[in-house]
């Protein structure tokens, strides 16, 4: 069965520190690939898409995320974190050629920053 | 235009009542989703709704739970009967026809049940 899987539920980072969340999915074939990020009591926000072509994705809010095809991998990084980062950040995949469109999510990875 | 837009924002039923939970897609938008996020948990699909059709309702529980899109108005979930275990945060997603995972998400309704 296709899954998503975050393994860091928690991550602390100081502020100015880079960033890595890690995510791996389980999928006979490439999947669609996205992140979202969820501030506390709100919907969820885009960060960035991934369908095909370049491996290394640009998205909002200077994140970028590698596809990584031998890892089944999708890990979003950043250079330099800013405190308004802290939020919860979820991964997800859809599936080509899918009739319903449907996203299958990850746990979710809590990131703190501190000062 | 305003986003999808999901009412009310928090909900308290107490056991054995029914919840209506609300969604207005985007302007345009004629697809909706229903996910349900139980605490610390992600994102779980339940249903998938074009105008007055149902496309896909794998991830609805077999009982209490309905949903429906009217060709006029929001999209509707209903919970009848509730229990302390549907107490979640549940999202509303809308896209374009035709569109590839253009989803847009709404900031969803908490239903705690007392």
């Known amino acids: 069965a296709q899954s998503v899987t975050q393994p860091d539920i928690h991550i602390t980072v100081s502020e100015g520190a880079s960033l890595e969340l890690r995510c791996n999915y389980s999928?006979?074939?490439?999947?669609?690939l996205f992140w979202y990020v969820q501030s506390p009591g709100q919907g969820l926000q885009l960060l960035l898409k991934y369908f095909s072509g370049d491996t290394l994705v640009q998205g909002i809010k200077g994140f970028e995320a590698e596809f990584k095809r031998s890892q089944s991998s999708f890990n979003l990084r950043k250079p330099s974190v800013h405190w308004s980062d802290a939020a919860e950040y979820f991964c997800?995949?859809?599936?080509?050629?899918?009739?319903?469109?449907?996203?299958?999510f990850g746990t979710g990875t809590l990131l703190a920053v501190q000062p | 235009n305003a986003g999808v837009m999901q009412n009310p924002r928090h909900l308290v039923r107490r056991r054995g009542q029914e919840a209506r939970l609300r969604c207005s897609p985007m302007?345009?938008?004629?697809?909706v989703y229903w996910y349900r996020q139980l605490p610390e948990e992600g994102l779980k699909f339940m249903v998938y709704l074009q105008k007055e059709n149902i496309i896909d309702e794998s991830g609805m529980p077999k009982e209490r739970f309905s949903a429906e899109f009217p060709k006029e108005g929001p999209s509707i979930l209903r919970i009848q009967q509730v229990v302390r275990g549907d107490s979640a945060a549940y999202f509303c997603?809308?896209?374009?026809?035709?569109?590839?995972?253009?989803?847009?998400f709404g900031s969803g309704t908490r239903l705690t049940v007392v």
């Open positions: 997800a995949v859809g599936f080509y050629g899918g009739a319903t469109n449907k996203l299958i």
């Open positions: 997603a809308s896209s374009p026809p035709e569109s590839n995972y253009g989803y847009t």
């Open positions: 999928y006979g074939a490439t999947p669609y």
């Open positions: 302007k345009g938008h004629s697809h």
